[in-house]
Nanobody
Framework: QVQLVESGGGLVQAGGSLRLSCAASGRTFSRYGMGWFRQAPGKEREFVAAISWRGDGTYYADSVKGRFTISRNNAKNTVDLQMNSLKPEDTADYYC????????????????????WGQGTQVTVSS
């Protein structure tokens, strides 16, 4: 059984930083790309960032490019999301997710390409 557990959310002022972490267990973590998504109240879940199975490729939504950084540690089975210069519009529940395909070459932002999800961690950015 694959488990993904997020941590690191909280309340921060605009312009501040937070670091989210996701711990994975249940399958060979290093074979699968990972992604972060977010869902604001009343809105659909949206893609934030993805990282390749080896960690040598990343992909970001335009709205976070230059402010957020995704990284992974395959020895520790973790994937992190460093969020800087936070804005009130970044307020959402953040979810990590694991790609359904091992060794995917082209990173994907499509929700249906991810088959395991964490329970989410809340991020609130005050103005």
């Amino acid at each position: 059984q694959v488990q993904l557990v997020e941590s690191g959310g909280g309340l921060v002022q605009a312009g501040g930083s937070l670091r989210l972490s996701c711990a994975a267990s249940g399958r060979t973590f290093s074979r699968y790309g990972m992604g972060w998504f977010r869902q604001a109240p009343g809105k659909e879940r949206e893609f934030v960032a993805a990282i390749s199975w080896r960690g040598d490729g990343t992909y970001y939504a335009d709205s976070v490019k230059g402010r957020f950084t995704i990284s992974r540690n395959n020895a520790k089975n973790t994937v992190d999301l460093q969020m800087n210069s936070l804005k009130p519009e970044d307020t959402a529940d953040y979810y990590c997710a694991s790609d359904r395909a091992a060794f995917r070459v082209v990173l994907t932002k499509q929700i249906y390409d991810y088959n395991y999800w964490g329970q989410g961690t809340q991020v609130t950015v005050s103005s």
